[in-house]
């Protein structure tokens, strides 16, 4: 059973910082891609990261403020989000898939975990 396990969100200011982690258990990522979204499970693409090579992806709204990155020590995958604005405000989910193309698309994910809440206010 994949477990894939959200934290650090919470309610901030504009132009503050936050850091989620997704965690799962040992050997869970090894051959997946890694994804945030938010809004739901599959939906508005934020960042992706391909455990094994490192490559990662961003959305349009995050290039520049977000930074996704992995630490193979602690199976965890993480999202630093600066520069924190309203529109930002969401669930944000990680999920895993096999493959790293079209990491922009949700519905190639295989599972998802329960979500984190971010909430910036003005």
């Known amino acids: 059973q994949v477990q894939l396990v959200e934290s650090g969100g919470g309610l901030v200011q504009t132009g503050d910082s936050l850091r989620l982690s997704c965690a799962a258990s040992e050997g869970t990522f090894s051959r997946y891609a890694v994804g945030w979204f938010r809004q739901a499970p599959g939906g508005e693409f934020v960042a992706a990261i391909n455990?094994?090579?490192?490559?990662?992806d961003y959305a349009d709204s995050a290039k520049g403020r977000f930074t996704i990155s992995r630490d193979h020590a602690k199976n965890t995958v993480y999202l630093q989000m600066n520069s924190l604005k309203p529109e930002d405000t969401a669930d944000y989910y990680c999920g895993i898939r096999r493959g790293y193309y079209d990491v922009e698309r949700g519905e190639f994910y295989d599972y998802w975990g329960q979500g984190t809440q971010v909430v910036v206010s003005s």
């Open positions: 455990w094994r090579g490192g490559s990662t």
